[in-house]
């Protein structure tokens, strides 16, 4: 599944820990090793894992700020305190949550929605046009999109927002962890990560990373008094805490506990070694499917390796991910919107190993057969190595 992933043993075990104060070292400790965890996901400059050591921040400016809620409430988070009503954001989409982040954006900000065909890669002689003009304050994108299994070339507007002057602002909730993210290198102002996506942590708990100039013009904003109005999304009051390992309100405990110990797990991996076992994953999905005759969705150069849409063949709808779950006890999600029926989705991301990926494939093949679909053979294994 391409999230909620499942869970490995130590983040289970710590998710099942008995429940501790907010307000006490105990949990101190439990922010400074996720803060540090956080960082090393980000791709960021490493950090201390001790309390009262700035487990939060770094060499590079950035600073990591958990948020007690999904990667849409962090995403909010953002949008929210980054811009003013007037202010004007370029938001180029191609899939669902793209369309989030630009329906999301409109209600903060002048955003300027450049709606692109699902897993089509964006028109970026468009989009240079459109930031040329000089009166955008930023650009803001869903690095990878799972809706329709497509990844954006983000160093490649990271340099256009660079020569142009304007913000970069990455929704990377299924990138991080899973995908090469570079921050600093890019210049993104804020880049948002949710936990139970490639990182393969809990649901509802996720976070932001934010350099020194997304904090300077939240400030600035919150100054000349036309800001959007927050609360428990004030970012100003999630930065005062941060020194502390603290969070403003009460903090969702045990999902910190469990995904601290995730990330854990992500750095005895190596989070190269994890980028390129779910490029593996997914490149082995896709060269699997298009042999026995399947379509893909997204364009061949910009498809994900952490999710991969693939197209029905005629005559088969989602009856056959009903049987595959309850018959091959195999679960992959399907599609939104106007593909529904059309097409389903499978995910290489978290903590999946490729063994589990090829018996996975080996039963959607024999799903696919019970339903009568005429499929060569092949030697699943020879795609994963």
Same mark, same amino acid.
């Given at each position: 599944?391409?999230?909620?992933?499942?869970?490995?043993?130590?983040?289970?075990?710590?998710?099942?820990?008995?429940?501790i104060t907010a307000r006490g070292s105990e949990f101190r400790d439990v922010m400074a090793k996720l803060n540090s965890g956080l960082r090393y996901a980000f791709n960021l400059s490493p950090s201390s894992d001790e309390r009262k050591n700035q487990s939060w921040t770094g060499d590079d400016g950035y600073k990591v700020i958990v948020v007690s809620g999904s990667g849409t409430a962090a995403m909010e988070m953002v949008m929210a305190n980054r811009f003013r009503p007037n202010d004007r954001v370029l938001v180029p989409t191609n899939g669902k949550f793209g369309e989030r982040v630009a329906e999301m954006g409109s209600r903060y900000c002048n955003v300027k929605h450049l709606k692109y065909e699902w897993g089509r890669a964006f028109d970026f002689g468009e989009i240079e046009e459109q930031l040329a003009r000089g009166n955008w304050e930023a650009?803001?994108?869903?690095?990878?999109?799972?809706?329709?299994?497509?990844?954006?070339?983000?160093?490649?507007?990271?340099?256009?927002? /660079?020569?142009?002057?304007?913000?970069? $602002?990455?929704?990377?909730?299924?990138?991080?962890?899973? #995908?090469? &993210?570079?921050? *600093?290198?890019?210049?993104?102002?804020?880049?948002?990560?949710?936990?139970?996506?490639?990182?393969?942590?809990?649901?509802?708990?996720?976070?932001?990373?934010?350099?020194?100039?997304?904090?300077?013009?939240?400030?600035?904003?919150?100054?000349?008094?036309?800001?959007?109005?927050?609360?428990?999304?004030?970012?100003?009051?999630?930065?005062?805490?941060?020194?502390?390992? /603290?969070?403003?309100?009460?903090?969702? $405990?045990?999902?910190?506990?469990?995904?601290?110990?995730? #990330?854990? &797990?992500?750095? *005895?991996?190596?989070?190269?070694?994890?980028?390129?076992?779910?490029?593996?994953?997914?490149?082995?999905?896709?060269n699997l499917f298009i042999d026995l005759g399947f379509d893909l969705l997204a364009d061949e150069y910009f498809r994900s390796s952490t999710v991969t849409a693939i197209m029905y063949p005629e005559g088969i709808d989602d009856s056959w991910r009903t049987r595959l779950k309850e018959e091959y006890q195999t679960q992959v999600i399907g599609a939104q919107d106007d593909l529904k029926g059309k097409m389903f989705r499978v995910g290489s991301m978290g903590e999946t190993p490729i063994t589990e990926m090829v018996e996975g494939c080996k039963r959607m093949i024999e799903c696919f057969r019970s339903f009568g679909v005429e499929l060569p053979d092949v030697n699943v294994e020879s795609y994963f190595e």
């Open positions: 599944m391409p999230g909620p992933v499942r869970m490995g043993k130590p983040c289970l075990d710590a998710l099942g820990s008995p429940v650009l803001a994108i869903c690095h990878n999109e799972t809706s329709s299994g497509i990844t954006q070339d983000a160093a490649e507007l990271a340099e256009m927002c /660079q020569r142009h002057g304007v913000a970069y $602002i990455l929704d990377g909730i299924t990138s991080v962890g899973g #995908l090469p &993210v570079h921050p *600093e290198k890019w210049g993104a102002e804020a880049v948002v990560v949710g936990a139970q996506k490639c990182t393969a942590g809990p649901s509802g708990i996720a976070a932001i990373a934010v350099n020194e100039n997304f904090v300077n013009r939240c400030k600035a904003i919150r100054n000349q008094d036309d800001a959007n109005p927050t609360y428990y999304l004030d970012i100003l009051s999630a930065l005062k805490k941060g020194d502390d390992d /603290q969070t403003p309100w009460t903090p969702a $405990i045990n999902p910190a506990m469990g995904w601290a110990a995730a #990330l854990e &797990v992500l750095k *005895e991996e190596g989070l190269e070694n994890r980028w390129k076992r779910c490029e593996i994953l997914a490149k082995g999905v896709r």
